[in-house]
């Protein structure tokens, strides 16, 4: 398992309680796709400091994003970093993506998840191809990372593919760690962190719950993910510069529950 330094970008982001919190914006999606901006306003309104856009933003004219942009700089909120599919890491794709994510003040051109694979050589070809639009990324001042489903976490031939992952690429590529699907795979997230020191630039705080009517339903806090110890590994040895709340849905609507969530990580981190 790759074991290495932190190849921070300098996000500004002190340590500890301070550290920005954002909304991954799949958690309000449909809100998203009828008024993005006026969804962005009503995030940072809750307290949000950061965003993260998820694949629709790579249908965005330049026009928009740099509407976006100036959107974000009047409300004092960041966007770090963007989820891409697969289609924008290609050699088609990447030169708009990074003209989107230059923009939109994003340092990392987060991978949302691989096409499909067949076994751990397969998970070696998609840490290749991490490895290569790195490089690309890099002269523009951009870099890559990878963001876990449970997949990654499940063994193949023995080994779990972010063991791959995360041996297969250089330190600058971000290991973005989903907390909740790593959890239903049955992972140690906080084992995960320690044991790839530097490189846990950013977390998903999605939680998840087992039992009926539970799974990822539960609200950020409510689920079976140690937070506390979590934050610890993240903050003292994972690299962490910025947090992501996300939810997939809930039992209450999209807006109330990234407000409750906000709320929730008030308390949490004082």
Request: proline share 6%; aromatic share 8%.
């Amino acid at each position: 398992m790759a074991v290495s330094g932190t190849a921070s970008l300098g996000l500004a982001a002190p340590a500890g309680k301070d550290l920005p919190v954002g909304l991954e914006l799949f958690s309000v999606r449909a809100e998203l796709a009828k008024d993005d901006m006026g969804t962005v306003r009503a995030v940072a309104k809750m307290g949000y400091q950061a965003v993260e856009f998820f694949a629709p933003y790579f249908d965005w004219t330049t026009a928009h994003a740099k509407e976006m942009r100036k959107l974000m700089d009047d409300l004092g909120i960041r966007c770090f970093s963007t989820h891409n599919n697969a289609q924008n890491y290609t050699a088609e794709g990447l030169p708009k993506a990074m003209e989107l994510n230059e923009i939109l003040g994003s340092r990392y051109v987060v991978l949302a998840s691989a096409p499909p694979v067949t076994g751990l050589d397969g998970w070696k070809k998609v840490a290749g191809q991490l490895a290569e639009f790195s490089e690309k990324l890099k002269p523009a001042g951009l870099r890559t990372g990878y963001h876990n489903h449970q997949a990654e976490f499940m063994p193949v031939e023995g080994k779990r593919p972010m063991e791959v992952l995360a041996a297969n690429t250089p330190a600058e590529v971000m290991l973005q760690l989903d907390v909740g699907t790593c959890v239903e795979a049955g992972s140690d997230p906080v084992a995960w962190i320690k044991a790839n020191p530097g490189r846990i630039r950013s977390i998903h705080c999605k939680d998840w719950a087992a039992g009926p009517d539970k799974g990822y339903r539960v609200l950020f806090g409510e689920g079976d993910s140690p937070w506390k110890a979590i934050f610890q590994a993240a903050e003292s040895v994972g690299g962490v510069e910025y947090y992501l709340i996300e939810q997939e849905g809930s039992r209450f609507p999209p807006m109330e529950t990234a407000q409750r969530c906000i709320e929730t990580w008030k308390k949490m981190k004082g």
